[in-house]
């Protein structure tokens, strides 16, 4: 199984509104690591903290929450249309986060350098380097631009404080519940995203997991049991259509013999889409029945049938919280 496979289909505007560089920040250098094998991070860890330039960390690379790298990390991902970048180092796989997307149509002019085990650029210029071969020095950081970062994500913690019962703040609150140490499979796309914005950046040793794609939706649980590792704690992140798209997996439980959780983000359809910039000038009745695929199912019988009530967690967040949580978050960037 391959650790990320990027989609080429739309996906959402992660940040809708015109991009301004901050006051004061330089045009330098950031460092952007998608999915890394565990084998890379120790050499990908030591450039980055010589450099001492921005770095964006997502989940898969393992290194979203070293405390080492703390101090560099970039937490949310749309500070980076305001760094004002004029090269990007690109480590591991094709990265997730819009702002990559960006580098194929408004940022152009950005040179962009590759370091991966991949064999492709996942852009259209840029030569893919290995990994190994990862050396010289970036351009340091500038203090303005990490401490509006800081700011924003205490002002989105602040938010998601108001709102609990919100889709963002029931993942932030799993994210500090599941144990130490886990197995974290992420499915699809919604889940990676909101786990990147929303997850505690506390150092609890998660190791994660994704799998998206062109038809990313298919055969996330079959992956996930499949992923599943004896005398671990395996934890399954999915959202409700990607789990009725793969209903009949459990069929291997009995097979397995390993310790397992299923969370499913049961908020009534496919959501991912009304954050598409695209969509969201569509009557709301037509895009949820025509492109969100509206529904009122829940779970528990689903499990029942294969006798998995034990192992099913659903979160059902409350659609007026969530609202008023991207609301706010958008306001943030006005």
């Known amino acids: ?10 996906a959402p505007r992660d940040h809708p509104f015109p991009a301004s560089r901050v006051e004061g920040s330089s045009h330098g ?27 964006y960390a997502e989940p898969l690379s ?24 004029d090269s990007v180092i690109r480590i591991g796989n094709v990265p997730v986060v819009r702002f990559w997307r960006d580098l194929d149509t408004t940022l152009k002019h950005v040179r962009v350098s590759h370091y991966s085990d991949l064999p492709f650029a996942g852009l259209p210029r840029g030569e893919v380097r290995p990994i190994e071969e990862l050396s010289g020095m970036a351009q340091p950081a500038e203090r303005a631009f990490l401490d509006q970062d800081r700011e924003k994500s205490s002002a989105l913690d602040r938010i998601l404080d108001d709102e609990p019962q919100s889709e963002l703040a029931m993942i932030r609150a799993l994210s500090r519940e599941i144990p130490r140490g886990a197995r974290v499979y992420l ?21 994660i997991e994704a799998n998206r794609g062109a038809n990313g939706i298919d055969g996330q649980l079959s992956t996930f049991f499949g992923w599943c590792a004896p005398d671990a704690e395996n934890w399954c992140i999915i959202g409700d259509l990607t789990a009725l798209y793969d209903a009949n997996a459990p069929w291997v439980v009995p097979q397995l013999g390993v310790k397992f959780a299923i ?3 049961n908020n009534g359809g496919g959501r991912i889409f009304s954050r598409v910039a695209s969509l969201r000038r ?31 967690h659903e979160l059902r967040p409350d659609a007026a919280a969530t609202r008023r949580v991207w609301e706010r978050y958008d306001a943030l960037w006005a």
């Open 29 to 55: 250098e950031l460092i952007l690591i998608g999915g890394l094998a565990t084998r890379h991070r120790e050499r990908v860890r030591e450039f980055c903290l010589r450099s001492g330039a921005p770095v």
């Open 1 to 10: 199984m391959s650790e990320h496979r990027p989609s080429p289909g739309p």
């Open 187 to 207: 499915g699809n796309s919604l889940p990676v995203r909101e786990w990147d914005l929303a997850a505690t950046r506390e150092p609890r040793e998660f190791a």
């Open 282 to 312: 569509m009557d709301c009745a037509v895009r949820e029945r025509l492109v969100e695929n509206a529904h009122t199912f829940r779970f528990e019988k689903w499990a029942a049938m294969w006798g998995i009530e034990s192992n099913l």
């Open 263 to 265: 969370v499913i983000i």
């Open 62 to 85: 393992g290194l979203r929450e070293d405390p080492r790298l703390d101090p560099i990390l970039v937490h949310n991902e749309r500070m980076l249309a305001r760094g004002g970048f």
